[in-house]
């Protein structure tokens, strides 16, 4: 029998892992249950590490539990790796980011284990990463794109007329400029649910090497593994709107005189 490929099992941390590593012991698993949990930096190494490498990342999201959002990152950076993807969504509403991604998507548990027993080809596109490029020229924004965040793009269109400004539009088309982009911009307004497709693209950043610039609204508590795929993170958009005018350059040295002057200004 040919070697079977090493599989990410991503999903949360509901009883599936075992049931999965039992049935089909001829594989070869990477479980993120045995990453270091001592910090969030060692974790979030860990997962998006193992989300990268292993050929196939296998993503359940069983019925009647919202779809996680590290899960999404997972599947962002393998995605963008150009892995094999299997999708199991037991949920009544799909996603179709999800659909058009996966190479293979189930609805059933148990109808995705059985064509795992047959064997599983993967279809590695092996894609590059971005050409590396300092320059803070092309900006994506996604997440919540309310008014606050619309406003923010007119007036940083105004006030910076080099950069290129994007919003978010039809996420499967947007991913496939992801090599465009030099900068990503994520906005998770307080007491609305994290957008899932904004998570993908962070993973999908995190594999091209793109900085990340966070806003998350949500307090008292954030959620640590999505800052930990961040280079930046911002209080409010006041602060997102100074960093798309300022930051024209992002490597470390011109970067970081950018932000000394922020932290002045914010008291930070």
């Known amino acids: 029998m040919a070697k079977k490929p090493r599989i990410y099992l991503a999903g949360s941390f509901y009883a599936f892992r075992d049931e999965i590593i039992k049935a089909l012991p001829?594989?070869?698993?990477?479980?993120?249950?045995?990453?270091?949990?001592?910090?969030?930096?060692k974790l979030v190494m860990d997962d998006m590490t193992e989300a990268e490498k292993c050929p196939v990342l296998y993503a359940y999201f069983p019925k009647g539990k919202a779809r996680g959002v590290m899960t999404y990152a997972e599947i962002g950076c393998s995605v963008a790796k150009g892995n094999h993807l299997i999708v199991v969504d037991e949920n009544e509403q799909k996603d179709p980011l999800l659909e058009s991604l996966a190479n293979h998507h189930f609805t059933d548990f148990k109808e995705s284990l059985e064509f795992l027993k047959k064997g599983v080809t993967p279809v590695n596109l092996k894609n590059k990463k971005k050409t590396d490029s300092q320059l803070c020229s092309k900006v994506y924004?996604?997440?919540?794109?309310?008014?606050?965040?619309?406003?923010v793009v007119e007036l940083a269109k105004k006030l910076d007329v080099k950069?290129?400004?994007?919003?978010?539009?039809?996420?499967?088309?947007?991913?496939?400029?992801?090599?465009?982009?030099?900068?990503?911009?994520?906005?998770?307004?307080?007491?609305?649910?994290?957008?899932?497709?904004?998570?993908?693209f962070m993973g999908?950043?995190?594999?091209?090497?793109?900085?990340?610039?966070?806003?998350?609204?949500?307090?008292?508590?954030?959620?640590?593994?999505?800052?930990?795929?961040?280079?930046?993170?911002?209080?409010?958009?006041?602060?997102?709107?100074?960093?798309?005018?300022?930051?024209?350059?992002l490597s470390?040295?011109?970067?970081?005189?950018?932000?000394?002057?922020?932290?002045?200004?914010?008291k930070t």
């Open 26 to 41: 001829e594989y070869f698993f990477s479980d993120p249950r045995t990453h270091r949990q001592s910090s969030i930096a």
């Open 141 to 151: 924004l996604c997440g919540s794109t309310d008014y606050g965040l619309q406003r």
């Open 163 to 200: 950069k290129e400004f994007i919003l978010k539009s039809d996420p499967a088309e947007d991913f496939k400029k992801i090599k465009e982009y030099d900068l990503v911009v994520v906005h998770f307004p307080a007491h609305v649910e994290r957008d899932r497709h904004a998570c993908f």
């Open 204 to 249: 999908a950043a995190w594999y091209h090497d793109i900085p990340v610039l966070l806003l998350d609204e949500n307090k008292p508590w954030k959620y640590p593994p999505l800052q930990g795929l961040a280079r930046r993170h911002s209080e409010d958009l006041t602060g997102v709107l100074d960093y798309l005018i300022e930051v024209e350059d």
């Open 252 to 266: 470390i040295n011109e970067e970081a005189v950018k932000m000394y002057e922020f932290f002045k200004i914010y």
